[in-house]
T-cell receptor
Framework: DTAVSQTPKYLVTQMGNDKSIKCEQN?????MYWYKQDSKKFLKIMFS???????INETVPNRFSPKSPDKAHLNLHINSLELGDSAVYFC????????????FGQGTRLTVV | GENVEQHPSTLSVQEGDSAVIKCTYS??????FPWYKQELGKRPQLIID?????GEKKDQRIAVTLNKTAKHFSLHITETQPEDSAVYFC???????????FGTGTRLQVTL
């Protein structure tokens, strides 16, 4: 039974398009995140939500809009995709913010052509 | 904000040797320090973590040490095996503890 699942696993799209990535966790965690991993493997936090409320927005362009309909789901919508958005996007969740282990989803490899 | 530095960026060791990866952090209020292993094409997964009230923690061939005064912590892997080859990330939580900040990663290659 997958703990943190995100879809799709791969996403290839043209510049200028709008796309969404979905994430769900069945661990009952309060906190969910989006991380971006670039080609150099750097893992950078983008957003953090606690009980559906946005608590961290790490100066991400406003083309990126997260949405949390409930505490088990955190989706990421990206408008007007650019070449530089190509990366692996990881969703993660943790029981208590940064105090405890973050569990990662399998990642979504986004390629913008 | 929190800044986590990690060294080295790449590390090659022979099977059976030890590997050490070091991290420093900037936020003196940080109190949780996990280490993650990411195999090629896979998700990062926790391998060991340490809290600020402990100086060392071991789990079989893996150990982590923490020096709060100097604000650095290290991962030690003994008797390395080919399956230890992966990218390893250290992390530290912020003072507000609302997120984990990751180091830049170390690519460990264990050769036969």
């Amino acid at each position: 039974d997958t703990a943190v699942s995100q879809t799709p696993k791969y996403l290839v799209t043209q510049m200028g398009n709008d796309k969404s990535i979905k994430c769900e966790q069945n661990l009952g965690h309060d906190t969910m995140y989006w991380y971006k991993q670039d080609s150099k493997k750097f893992l950078k936090i983008m957003f953090s939500y606690n009980n559906k409320e946005l608590i961290i927005n790490e100066t991400v362009p406003n083309r990126f809009s997260p949405k949390s309909p409930d505490k088990a789901h955190l989706n990421l919508h990206i408008n007007s995709l650019e070449l530089g958005d190509s990366a692996v996007y990881f969703c993660a969740s943790s029981p208590v913010g940064g105090h405890t282990e973050a569990f990662f989803g399998q990642g979504t490899r986004l390629t913008v052509v | 904000g929190e800044n986590v530095e990690q060294h080295p960026s790449t590390l090659s060791v022979q099977e059976g040797d030890s590997a050490v990866i070091k991290c420093t952090y900037s936020d003196s209020a940080s109190n949780y320090f996990p280490w993650y292993k990411q195999e090629l094409g896979k998700r990062p997964q926790l391998i060991i973590d340490i809290r600020s009230n402990v100086g060392e923690k071991k789990d079989q061939r893996i150990a982590v040490t923490l020096n709060k005064t100097a604000k650095h912590f290290s991962l030690h892997i003994t008797e390395t095996q080919p399956e230890d080859s992966a990218v390893y990330f250290c992390a530290a939580n912020t003072g507000t503890a609302s997120k984990l900040t990751f180091g830049t990663g170390t690519r460990l290659q264990v050769t036969l």
